[in-house]
């Protein structure tokens, strides 16, 4: 089966000529059709390139009408992925932005954390009542996130008074914290034999009451809801068989020939190992994660796209090297224009210009075949646009692709910008590359010269049709 989804570069050198890149984008995929003979991708990544909140969201759900398979592979409810279809408006926390397709199975992977009642409100949201269940597979190695994690969560966030991380309080770090400690909570445990279940539980709950005394619930006796309300989730799940080994599943499905979208949540400069550390979400979200977080092996995943906001955005504390004041001029613009709240805290997103030297590290840890720009349409009026292209350390250019590792020297880097003029024309219509304004074609063009990536889609707007493809994309 396969999606015709766009381009890839493999190979492609750091700066491609961008009147070259459409020549690039045939060559490869004939290059493709002469190895593989088949002329599409198959098992599909779509990440975050900044700090999250790109739009993710918005294009798994257009490729998932073409694909029969969404798989998550990290995270937990701290992603809130938001969809608009029909003017209505939806937000995904933990459940696969492929829920909305009548025909796509919604796989969430070994890499995932879930709190399980927050699944099950996600899907009654959905309209979907807890007996249906519908196209939902769970793999039997996802860590059950308690709301003890959540409480640990907070606790941990309140000792660092004025130096919080600003976590999104949903337990994260707890959960792969435990999972770390290799005294988690499984959804094979959670299934399984109902003894086990409470063991694990009243061992995983002791453990917490000595090491976190301040946010640690009560021991586990008969009785105990959470446990009682576990037990019922548990049922639900049991009923339709939803908890299975998803390495077998996905495998099967790729063997069969069908198409799998693997769906990032948080972003590249959140990764654990890669972010700015420790301003950073505690799981794997590179193109490594959906290995790790899937049991898919790399040498299966035919594609990653990188999904880059036309400007930059950071929710909570850290470095933010190309930040603006939000209170005034272009800050305010891209926050206010942009509606930049977060989906799942509602906490105001910090803004700033879109940052070339992060971008480019972002391709080198991910190898996009190809970049998804979003929300070109939230510039419009700006009457410049600043790309940063350099990032300089006392008058030294660092090298491209680097990021600094130590926020002592992340904080003396000097970005050096290069201005574009603005447009002032409403694009939000536009439905190809042709259409826009002169001055757009050529920001859009900038960028793909400036991170070495070529740009497959452009969004114009939040609803799943406000997305056109560039010329050379099939
Ligand atoms: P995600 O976490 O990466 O899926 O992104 P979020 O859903 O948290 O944030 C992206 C926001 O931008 C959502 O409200 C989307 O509806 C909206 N959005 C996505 N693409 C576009 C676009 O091209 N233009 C505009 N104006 N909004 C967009
Ligand atoms: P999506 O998938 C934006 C940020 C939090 C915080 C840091 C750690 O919607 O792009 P955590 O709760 O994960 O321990 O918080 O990471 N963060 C996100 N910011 N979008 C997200 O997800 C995020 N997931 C985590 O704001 O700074
Ligand atoms: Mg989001």
């Known amino acids: 089966m396969g999606v015709l989804i766009g381009v890839t570069n493999r190979g492609l050198g750091v700066a491609c000529g961008l009147a070259a890149a459409a020549l690039v984008i045939q060559r490869i995929f004939r290059e493709r059709r002469d190895v593989t003979g088949r002329h599409t991708a198959q098992c599909i990544t779509i990440l975050g390139a900044q700090w999250g909140d790109e739009g993710k969201g918005k294009l798994v759900d257009l490729l998932a009408g073409r694909a029969d398979v969404v798989a998550r592979f990290n995270g937990g409810a701290n992603a809130g992925h938001t969809l608009v279809v029909d003017g209505k408006k939806y937000a995904f926390h933990l459940l696969p932005c492929g829920m909305l397709r009548a025909n796509t199975v919604n796989v969430i992977g070994n890499g995932a954390v879930v709190h399980v009642p927050t699944l099950f409100d996600e899907l009654a949201q959905l309209g979907a009542d807890g007996d249906s269940l519908p196209k939902l597979v769970i793999s039997s190695r996802a860590h059950v996130l308690l709301d003890s994690h959540k409480a640990i969560d907070g606790m941990l966030e309140a000792e660092k008074g004025g130096q919080s991380l600003g976590t999104t309080k949903r337990g994260i770090g707890p959960a792969y914290a435990s999972k770390a400690n290799r005294n988690g909570l499984r959804f094979c445990d959670l299934m399984g034999d109902d003894a086990n279940l409470v063991a694990k539980l009243r061992a995983l709950r002791e453990f917490q009451a000595l090491h976190y005394p301040g946010a640690s619930p009560a021991t586990l006796r008969e009785g105990d809801a959470e446990l009682n309300q576990l037990r019922l989730f548990r049922a639900r799940l049991a009923k339709f068989g939803v908890v299975k080994d998803t390495v077998t599943y996905v495998k099967a499905a790729l063997d069969a020939g069908k198409t799998v979208l693997a769906e990032g949540a948080n972003a590249a400069m959140l990764d654990l190992d890669f972010g700015t550390y420790p301003f950073v979400t505690s799981s794997a979200t590179t193109a490594g994660g959906v290995c790790t977080g899937l049991g898919v092996p790399p040498s299966r995943v035919d594609c990653v796209i990188g999904v880059v906001k036309a400007y930059a955005t950071r929710v909570g504390a850290g470095p933010f090297p190309t930040e603006l004041d939000c209170d005034v001029g272009a800050g305010n613009h891209l926050q206010e224009v942009g509606h930049e709240r977060g989906t799942t805290t509602g906490r105001k997103r910090r803004c700033g210009w879109i940052d070339a030297p992060l971008l480019r590290y972002s391709h080198a840890l991910n190898g996009y075949d190809s970049l998804n720009l979003t ?32 926020l002592d020297e992340l904080g003396d880097v000097e970005v050096v910008y290069e201005d574009f003029p603005g447009w002032t024309e409403d694009i939000s219509k536009c439905a190809s590359f042709e259409d826009l304004p002169a001055n757009a074609r050529t920001y859009v063009r900038a960028l793909e010269a400036a ?18 493809v560039m010329p050379g994309v099939h």
């Open 375 to 406: 929300k070109l349409d939230v510039l419009t009026g700006l009457e410049t646009i600043r790309v940063g292209v350099e990032y300089t350390v006392r008058g030294k250019t660092l090298p491209p692709a680097y990021m600094p590792p130590d």
């Open 451 to 468: 991170v070495g990536c070529p740009i497959s889609y452009v969004g114009v707007g939040p609803g799943r049709d406000d997305m056109f």
